[in-house]
């Protein structure tokens, strides 16, 4: 999770962050080589309190403006009296910023190496190649000494963005630092919290780098982080002469033959976060190892549609998909939850089938896809969601007029309105058959709880993924969806996990 001074859950565009550059310019009165020096010395302050024993430092420049700060940041380096080596890609830029802290490097007998000179070594590298300008697979010099520094036993500290990681997207086309930790300036960038960037940021600190609040007026995040503080104000205190009606009843609907154990994830999801009564439609097979399993489910054995809509009408919230399946049987009952309008809940087969067949969903909606499932439901393949998730999960939210969490690394919730938060929680342990069907039944728990479809989606998504990350503390291997359960419980109470 970031940190830093001025953190702040708001999180901007490449192209917010060059106007927001702008405006700080222009607010503080300084010139964009003083706003270099800036990010210089913050960096060179980062590194010294992380690595207190480091003593020779190499610091890899482009010959953009993160170059300029990379030659910055190595002149304080010499001041304090570290050992130094510069390798420049290419020389900077003439004219530019980056030009004139090259030159003030150079000034002070500071020498470059170039590609063809040996790999120095270092107790920190640090990165300072590319930042936020490259949307694009760094070209064979930058690619080999990526491919160095990811093989270096020394920590990696990148300048505002890993080299190689698009800022804007989180897409990683070609090779791409893998930094111990990045610093990153003035304010968050999107692409460093979700997708591939998970694998390459390490630790993210924020530095404002001391540009005034005036700078930000006017200035509209693209997304926020969801942060602990909103989780904690969603938590609060049962009243003492509570009863299992005034928390909800959930319809978990799913669950074709062989596939139980899906939706009984989702139910017993539902109760962990407090729904008062959760209630499973299922294959007529599965109702006894429910019943013997979790007897606080109300399991019932549904052959159809009509058995389906007696227990429709006594739920406030229907969660459609978990082991649906995609035969007449889920086709069937997929149709008769969706059309009766009540705030709904769609993951896993329910996706597919609406990918299939296109409906109007009811006003207070969450859909859950996976990357694959996005894919299906807009028609493309799931390289192209990684390409750009924020553009995805914002289509598929203004394509079907519900808020929708799109899963993976850095889930991103997004409302029909174009709103998006980014989920800053969950590890790759998660990656386990199940761990959906229990996000399915989180979100609708707390949807029959009086949430809506916004704020279930937001607060499920991150109760979810810090449960994991309790779960993940025996280890991330070996890691099963029910062990999602005793954390999500605690976390739900306040407590902790």
């Given amino acids: 999770m970031a940190t830093g001074p001025n953190h702040s859950d708001a999180v901007y565009s490449v192209a917010q962050i060059r106007e927001l550059e702008k405006a700080a310019l222009k607010a503080a009165g300084i010139s964009g080589i003083d706003l270099m020096r800036r990010a210089a010395a913050a960096s060179y302050q980062y590194l010294r309190q992380r690595w207190p024993a480091a003593r020779r430092l190499v610091v890899l420049c482009g010959a953009g403006n993160n170059g300029g700060d990379g030659y910055a940041l190595a002149q304080l380096a010499r001041k304090d009296m570290l050992e130094v080596e510069v390798m420049a890609l290419a020389p900077a830029r003439p004219g530019s910023e980056a030009a004139l802290a090259s030159a003030e490097w150079a000034l002070g007998g500071g020498k470059v190496l170039t590609g063809g000179a040996a790999w120095p070594e270092g107790d920190v590298y640090v990165d ?95 997304a926020r982080l969801v942060d602990s503080e909103d989780c904690g104000a969603w938590r609060g205190a049962r009243a003492r002469d509570a ?5 909800g009843h959930v319809l978990a609907i799913g669950g074709d033959s062989g596939m139980g154990g899906a939706i009984r994830l989702a139910g017993e999801a539902a109760l962990r976060v407090g729904a008062g009564l959760v209630s499973v439609a299922t294959q007529p097979e599965h109702v006894s190892a429910l019943n013997a399993g979790r007897p606080e489910l109300m399991a019932h054995g549904v052959g159809g549609m009509q058995e389906l809509a007696s227990l429709i009408e006594r739920a406030n919230v229907l969660a459609v998909g978990p082991g649906l399946g995609q035969r007449a049987w889920g086709h069937a009952l997929w149709r008769t939850a969706i059309s009766a309008g009540k705030a709904l809940v769609i993951d896993a087969d329910g996706l597919n089938l609406l990918a299939r067949e296109p409906v109007a969903l009811p ?20 390289a ?17 007029h519900a808020v929708v969490v799109l899963k993976g690394a850095g889930t991103l919730i997004a409302s029909a309105h174009g709103e998006v938060a980014i989920c800053p929680w969950g590890n790759p342990g998660m990656a386990t058959g199940g761990t959906g069907d229990v996000l399915t039944g989180v979100i609708a728990g707390l949807f029959a709880q009086g949430f809506d479809a916004w704020s279930a ?8 993924a810090q449960a994991g990350d309790a779960a993940a503390a025996a280890g991330e291997i070996g890691l099963v969806a029910s062990d999602l359960f005793a954390p999500l419980r605690r976390l739900r109470n306040g407590l902790s996990a």
Avoid at 160 to 179: N, W
Avoid at 384 to 400: T, W, Y
């Fill in 128 to 222: 300072a190649m590319f930042g936020i300008g490259l949307a694009r697979a760094p070209e064979a010099q930058a690619e080999a000494w990526i491919e160095r520094l990811n093989a270096s036993a020394s920590p990696v500290l990148s300048l505002d963005v890993p080299s190689g990681v698009d800022a804007d997207t989180g897409a990683v086309p070609g090779s791409a630092v893998r930094a111990t930790a990045t610093i990153t300036f003035i304010a968050q960038k999107r692409g460093l919290h979700t997708g591939a960037a998970r694998n390459f940021c390490g630790e993210i600190f924020v530095d404002a780098i001391g540009v005034p609040p005036e700078a930000f007026r006017g200035s509209r995040p693209d």
């Fill in 243 to 247: 009863n299992k009606g005034a928390f």
């Fill in 363 to 382: 006003k207070q909606c969450v859909l859950t896809p996976h990357p694959g499932e996005a894919a299906r439901l807009l028609g493309v393949d799931t």
């Fill in 384 to 400: 192209a969601i990684a390409a750009d998730r924020f553009s995805a999960v914002r289509e598929l939210a203004r394509r079907h």
């Fill in 457 to 464: 989606a937001r607060f499920g998504v991150a109760l979810h």
